[in-house]
């Protein structure tokens, strides 16, 4: 479970770059806005790059990795959310795509806390 964050990385650097070049595509897939899109797009770049941020540390502090635990969970939230507000619009798709986001980070979230004394161990 070590390379954890390492998963947690690339999955939301795919996720998050993926968005942003088929942008139009999955808008017209989704059934959802560009502007949605971009929003999830550049929220998961972003995260991504906190998440390599841990994942390169010699040392993480509790903080820190509470931190990415409590933002994985708050995005499992949102999407949950986006799925509700856009259920009567988006394709089956784009709520498939919502409703997956949100268990596959929700599960990373219950990971990254049920190994966090592993986590939080100095690296090689």
Known sequence: ???LLWID?????????????LLDWLAALYGMPTDLL?????ANVLYASYSLSLAIRRTRT???????IVANGVWA???????VH?????TLFG????????LFVGRLASLEWKW???LLAPGP
């Open 1 to 3: 479970m070590k390379n």
């Open 9 to 21: 990385c690339i999955a939301g650097a795919l996720a998050g770059v993926a968005m942003l070049l």
């Open 38 to 42: 971009v929003f999830i797009g550049v």
């Open 62 to 68: 509790p903080i820190l990795l509470n931190a990415l």
């Open 77 to 83: 939230l949102v999407c949950v959310g986006l799925a």
């Open 86 to 90: 856009w259920a009567g619009t988006a």
């Open 95 to 102: 709520m498939a795509h919502l409703l997956a986001e949100a």
């Open 116 to 118: 966090r004394g592993l």
